[in-house]
């Protein structure tokens, strides 16, 4: 009796049921990326208001009653103080309260759909009478609208989810996985910073962390992969690409920031190699490192565990041979 029950032997059937996985796969895959987008708005987004005690506490109680549960909002006595906390990344905008009327001080920086989103907010606030816009942190001038950054970001994860999966099938020996994995990471940090930085002018801030900010990621993302694939094989590699691409990518809020997206998915996207990512590249090259700690954490800890994993596992069949089918006996392709 054969040990595996569910073969296949008609190519009709197999072609039928992998339409319909596929299929099936398809249907899963676009609400978990459209959803995301078709959903963004404000939920707790930090905010400042900024101004004399009265003035500023009648502007965030407007600010509250207009979008409720939209907007955390921080008072602050004064501008300087307001700039402060953008340039901190503690908030993405103040409302700065003055005598003649409402300023807005933004962060594009840090978002560029929500420093937009504000500025109609601001508009709403002050009655529709113009409101003055200081970028207190800019976006890179090259990209103002944050796009490039976005779709720059892309490739970094596609690329290391690409080199984990190749590590764990093609090279055998724990030594050299790791050895791949390390060299890959330090080529994707010089490769990227020179092409985002130097090519394009997507980032502004200093080559070298900008590279290093990009290693540590390629490293978390390519050793998350290769440690889960020497771990459990091609599974592993499966259960890599779906924390790193196919969940990890819409929940990052690499184009938007994670208070826009449904909660709890906008935190969790956080504690993911992509979004911990791109929020880690967005305070290198803006911020000059300022919000870096937790993402910094995050991906130090994913890049450990690879590594460990890479180390532990088991998966030893990179680089062998396939087996030789017996000319004698019909092929069969089990399911």
């Known amino acids: 009796m054969s040990a595996h029950p569910f ?32 959903n963004l708005a404000p939920r707790d987004l ?35 103080a307001a700039d402060r906390a953008l340039r901190d990344r503690k908030v993405y905008a103040a409302f700065v309260a003055g005598p003649d009327g409402i ?9 560029p759909t929500v420093a937009a989103l504000l500025a109609e907010a601001a508009a709403q606030l002050s009655a529709g009478r113009p409101v003055p816009v200081v970028q207190v942190v800019p976006a890179a001038p090259d990209d ?28 055998a020996g724990r030594g050299a996985r790791l050895l791949g994995l390390l060299g890959y990471a ?11 930085h130097g090519w394009l002018g997507v980032l502004t801030g200093d080559p070298v962390r900008e590279a290093g900010a ?36 819409p929940l990052s809020a690499v184009s938007a920031a994670p208070e826009l997206l449904p909660q709890p998915w906008g935190l969790v996207g956080q504690f993911l190699p992509v979004g911990a990512g791109g929020t880690l590249l967005r305070s290198t090259a803006y911020f000059d490192g300022a919000g870096a700690y937790r993402p910094l954490a995050v991906l130090a800890g994913y890049a450990l565990l690879g590594l460990l994993l890479v180390l532990a596992g088991r998966f030893r069949t990179g680089g062998a041979a396939a087996p030789v089918a017996d000319p004698g006996r019909p092929a069969e392709i089990t399911i």
Do not use: C, K, Y
């Not at 330090?186 to 985002?196: F, H, I, N, R, T």
């Not at 771990?231 to 969940?247: D, I």
């Open 103 to 111: 300023a807005l001080h933004t962060a594009p920086a840090a978002s």
């Open 7 to 38: 073969r296949v032997r008609s190519p009709w059937l197999l072609a039928v049921l992998l339409a319909a996985l596929a299929v099936a796969v398809q249907a899963l895959l676009v609400p978990l990326f459209a959803a995301p987008a078709a």
């Open 186 to 196: 330090v080529l994707a940090g010089l490769a990227g910073a020179a092409v985002l």
């Open 46 to 80: 930090p905010v400042a208001v900024a101004g004399p005690p009265p003035a500023a506490t009648e502007l965030a109680d407007r600010l509250a009653a207009a979008r409720p549960g939209a907007f955390e909002v921080t008072t602050l006595p004064d501008a300087a």
């Open 144 to 171: 103002p609208r944050g796009a490039g950054f976005a779709a720059g970001f892309l490739p970094l994860a596609l690329t290391s989810m690409l080199a984990g999966a190749l590590l764990t099938f093609l090279v």
């Open 214 to 249: 990009i290693a540590l990621f390629a490293l978390a993302a390519a050793g998350l992969v290769a440690g889960l694939g020497a771990l459990l094989g091609a599974p592993g590699v499966g259960l890599g690409a779906l924390l790193v691409f196919l969940v990890g990518n």
